[in-house]
């Protein structure tokens, strides 16, 4: 009892630290229920498009002859493998008639893509806001954004529909882009050094949390359909609504109050809250030594951050995470899966690509616990090499499925184990990895850096795959392999592993030149065997 009441003491989890992290992580969730919640109703959205545009409707130009799951072929978005169950455009359509298509796809493809040029765009200024505002009133203000962008979608019925839509997506884009370098910087100032890593983690299970509700309430019967769809769009409102009056109750980050605004006893204050009765002396020794190696470095700009040598390495680390975690191929696993599972014999395929979400889910808050344990590094790599292996039997599965019927169970396998590999390392560790490689000087700039280059992936993995796949067939996959081997080569040399340490004293390590990341694993393998 006394040695259980000494971790609870040591890792000082309360209330209000719960309350702070939960809070925070709700930006997460509406960025999660943001990249779902288009796919759903996605045939009932372009079919409101065309009456308000005048268009032909898309039932005119492409159905689904089975009619099992009522979804809708556009022509020329076909998956590989030929055009069975759909009818393509008759010959002798009007021009009009024929030009249809474009149109839809092109107002569709703006209002999907139009999300992550919002994210990117505002993703530089948050370093700034977070600076100039605070990390609670940074997010209490941006929360403005997501609520304005979720009315307007929310009332798309009530004027040109494709408008309201493209806005109100373009706006939640740049909350998102704000709220995901805030929510990081927060939740790491916030959590002690023990629990920062599974603490950091729940930015991941918002999102997929976000996503597997969107998907639920997506479905036809619940408001998925013709008259619910304005209020599926808009919902995640509520949360954000949620978020601004939660984030009230909110202590500011100690480490923002002491070291950027040399408030010292706001800090002690806001120390007691979070950690409860614990002395806080401990951490203000360390966040001054901090403060200090801050003010001999002078404020870092993005500029600075990728000219001076001093950072070198850990920018190189933090763009390459946020790479791998968007060029792994994961979005494509969810694209594809639905179709996979329909030609595996599955009677509704969107209950397995449901499924597909609630393991993403499961193996997320696993995580949670499996990464102070394992540590960063290990589960990044052991998650892409995971991912690879996966990547090349879903290879197989998918260039076979014509000869043996029995391949699509071997791709349906592949699929499950792609995204519990991703949610073991390569989802939730970029997210907060990036906080946690940059002292406080440098790490506002490092965070906007970052978040850019996650958004920038995502709108190039959004608006590439669709031709690459076309063009590569079921080898599109082999590809994505083809980059988990670089990605995993990567980490093994260069990624250091960070569990337990300071950001102090991570950052001494890098200012070690050429430090090999395995000889960092040794050296905390070596301090772990000390303090033990």
């Not at 590989?80 to 298509?101: F, I, M, R, V, Y």
């Not at 940059?438 to 996650?454: H, K, T, Y």
Request: aromatic share 10%.
């Amino acid at each position: 009892m006394d040695k259980k009441s000494k971790m609870q003491a040591e890792k000082h989890l309360t209330g209000t630290l719960v309350l702070s992290v939960f809070t925070a992580v709700l930006g997460f969730f509406q960025y999660g229920y943001s990249l779902g919640v288009i796919n759903a109703p996605q045939k009932v959205i372009e079919a409101h498009y065309g009456r308000v545009l005048g268009i032909a409707p898309l039932d005119r130009l492409a159905t689904n002859v089975s009619g099992e799951d009522g979804t809708v072929t556009v022509p020329g978005t076909e998956p590989w493998g030929g055009t069975e169950g759909t009818l393509t455009p008759p010959a002798d359509t009007g021009e009009d008639l024929a030009t249809s298509p474009h149109v839809l796809t092109m107002y569709w493809s703006l209002s999907v893509s139009v999300f992550a040029v919002g994210g990117m765009i505002s993703s530089f200024t948050v370093g700034w806001i977070g600076d100039r505002l605070g990390r609670v009133k940074a997010m209490l203000v941006v929360n403005v954004l997501s609520i304005a962008g979720n009315l307007l979608m929310g009332l798309a019925k009530f004027g040109p529909s494709h408008m309201l839509i493209i806005a109100g997506r373009a706006i939640t884009g740049l909350y998102c882009g704000l709220s995901s370098g805030l929510v990081p910087m927060y939740v790491s100032e916030v959590s002690p050094t023990a629990l920062r890593g599974a603490l950091g983690t729940l930015h991941q299970l918002a999102i997929v949390t976000g996503i597997l509700i969107s998907q639920v309430l997506g479905l036809e019967f619940l408001l998925g359909n013709d008259e619910m769809w304005p209020l599926l769009l808009g919902l995640s409102g509520v949360a954000a609504l949620l978020q601004f009056f939660l984030l009230l109750l909110c202590p500011e980050s100690p480490r923002y109050l002491y070291i950027k605004l040399g408030k010292v006893e706001e800090a002690k204050k806001s120390l007691k809250r979070l950690r409860g009765n614990c002395d806080p002396m401990k951490e203000i020794a360390e966040m001054e030594k901090e403060k200090q190696e801050a003010a001999s470095e002078k404020k870092v700009s993005i500029r600075q951050l990728f000219t001076s040598s001093k950072y070198k390495q850990a920018v190189i680390v933090a763009l390459m995470v946020q790479i791998s975690q968007q060029f792994s191929g994961i979005n494509a696993i969810f694209y594809y899966s639905t179709n996979i599972f329909e030609r595996a014999g599955v009677d509704q395929p969107v209950y397995a690509t449901i499924g597909v979400g609630v393991v993403n889910t499961v193996f997320t808050v696993i995580s949670v616990f499996l990464v102070e344990k394992a540590g960063r590094r290990s589960l990044f790599m052991a998650g892409l090499m995971g991912m690879l292996i996966s990547a090349v039997a879903m290879t197989v599965g998918l260039v076979l499925l014509s000869q043996f019927a029995w391949m699509s169970y071997v791709s349906m396998v592949a699929i499950f184990l792609f995204v519990i590999f991703f949610e073991v390392g390569p989802g939730p560790i970029p997210w907060f990895i990036v906080a946690e490689l940059f002292s406080q000087g440098p790490r506002p700039a490092a965070i906007a850096v970052a978040g850019f280059c996650n958004w920038a992936c995502n709108f190039i993995v959004g608006m590439c795959f669709q031709y690459i796949a076309d063009l590569c067939g079921p080898y599109v996959f082999a590809i994505f392999a083809a980059l988990l081997l670089v990605f995993f080569l990567f980490a093994y040399f260069k990624v250091p592993e960070t569990k337990g340490k300071s950001f102090e004293e991570i950052a001494a390590v890098f200012r070690r030149k050429k430090l090999p990341a395995k000889a960092m694993t040794e050296l905390a393998n070596l301090r772990g065997g000390e303090e033990a």
